[in-house]
């Protein structure tokens, strides 16, 4: 099974920066589809990213897009999620997921689990 944690989140201010990582254990991460999903108290979990397994493709859901970038370095099994130009409504636990062998926007698609972060975007 594969294990997923993430780290990174804490407090940014609005329009800055704030940077998430998520490493893997248990599994070859560069066998798997990586995705971020965000959810904020009393609101559905949302998309927000994903990766393939190369790194070659990449989504982002429409309230993040030219904002936040998803990378990974499949040597160290890490998955990042850049987050630039930050507003109020990205207040939300951020969740690390994997995929085995595709890449998906939806929660459902998603076969393992990290236990989140928060991020607070705060004045």
């Known amino acids: 099974q594969v294990q997923l944690v993430e780290s990174g989140g804490g407090l940014a201010q609005p329009g800055g920066s704030l940077s998430l990582s998520c490493t893997a254990s248990g599994g070859t991460l560069n066998s798997y589809a990586m995705g971020w999903f965000r959810q904020a108290p009393g609101k559905k979990r949302e998309f927000v990213a994903a990766i393939s397994w190369s790194g070659g493709t990449t989504y982002y859901g429409d309230s993040v897009k030219e904002r936040f970038i998803i990378s990974r370095d499949n040597a160290n099994n890490l998955v990042y999620l850049h987050m630039n130009s930050l507003k109020l409504d990205d207040t939300a636990t951020y969740y690390c997921?994997?995929?085995?062998?595709?890449?998906?926007?939806?929660?459902?698609?998603?076969?393992?689990w990290g236990p989140g972060t928060q991020v607070t975007v705060s004045s």
């Open positions: 997921a994997a995929e085995l062998l595709r890449v998906g926007t939806h929660e459902g698609e998603y076969d393992y």
